[in-house]
């Protein structure tokens, strides 16, 4: 934590930070602590060394294998898979479910689950020379953490439907072109540099409106607009009347910038 930000790094950089079996442990765990915090409002993912995240360690993919055949039962071998990839879901998911929004910070390879990672952020910044793939079709899998489920609100159904099927890379200015970076930058510093200014700047916002806009993108997501226009005017009608609207409107009156409690 520095101040209202939160920051978890991935911490394999002699292995472009590949998920091993401890991690699947660790970042669930990282973001159950970060929800704990109470002035956090908003953080960043990142990955320590030259690149954010190559995928999927082959450790990772032999016990895959294990599971699913180290039993002389195949329907409990299946069963034991299955509860597996759901223990990597919900690790993912803890992104997603954090309360406050998540920003990217990308550089280097974002390979498979690399990609599956940044799908549950919420902003995504990239360095120039960032290399993206979904990588599962290479192996004869399915993406089945979330990338699917997650990008087709955001590349649309044929760009997604072609980057799955064909497992190619594309870099930083490609991933702008198609929406799923917001920013470009030449270097890991100034990738570095303008997450922490865009982080800033949200962590200088009402932290109740930044979990209120939360809640609503990802109600929104999945519903009709008019579903989402009701639960915004439900959430509204509840949260909106609150000390952060009366600080707000006095700091603009007083000229001065606005003091929010947690």
């Known amino acids: 934590m520095d101040g209202h930000i939160g920051r978890v790094g991935l911490c394999r950089p002699d292995k472009a930070n590949a998920f091993d079996l401890a991690m699947w442990e660790e970042l669930p765990a990282a973001f159950a602590w970060l929800s704990g915090q109470q002035g956090l409002r908003v953080a960043i ?3 320590e060394g030259r690149h954010f995240c190559a995928g999927i360690d082959l450790s990772v993919i032999r016990h895959l294998l294990e599971l699913a055949s180290g039993n002389a039962c195949s329907a409990r071998g299946r069963e034991a898979l299955l509860a597996f990839i759901e223990r990597v879901q919900a690790a993912f998911n803890a992104i997603e ?3 406050v929004p998540v920003i990217a910070e990308i550089q280097g390879a974002c390979i498979g689950a690399g990609v599956d990672l940044i799908a549950a ?18 192996l004869g899998v399915v993406p089945d953490v979330g990338t699917i489920q997650r990008l087709r609100h955001v590349l649309g159904y044929s760009v997604l439907a072609e ?22 930058h030449e270097s890991p510093d100034t ?17 109740v409106a930044l979990r209120g806009i939360k809640r609503n993108l990802l109600w929104a997501r999945d519903r009709s607009v ?37």
């Open 97 to 99: 479910g954090l309360r």
């Open 163 to 184: 980057l799955s099927y064909t497992a190619q890379h594309f870099d930083g200015q490609e991933a702008r072109k198609l929406g799923l970076v917001s920013q470009v």
């Open 45 to 47: 993912l990142f990955g």
């Open 191 to 207: 990738l570095r540099e303008a997450v922490n200014r865009l982080a800033a700047t949200i962590a200088s916002k009402s932290p």
């Open 121 to 138: 952020c919420d902003m995504r910044l990239c360095t120039v020379d960032a290399r993206f793939s979904i990588k599962e079709a290479d």
């Open 226 to 262: 008019a579903d989402g226009l009701s639960y915004v005017a439900a959430w509204n009608a509840a949260m909106m009347p609150g000390e952060d609207l009366r600080e707000s409107l006095d700091a603009v009156q007083q000229k001065r910038a606005p003091s929010y409690g947690l």
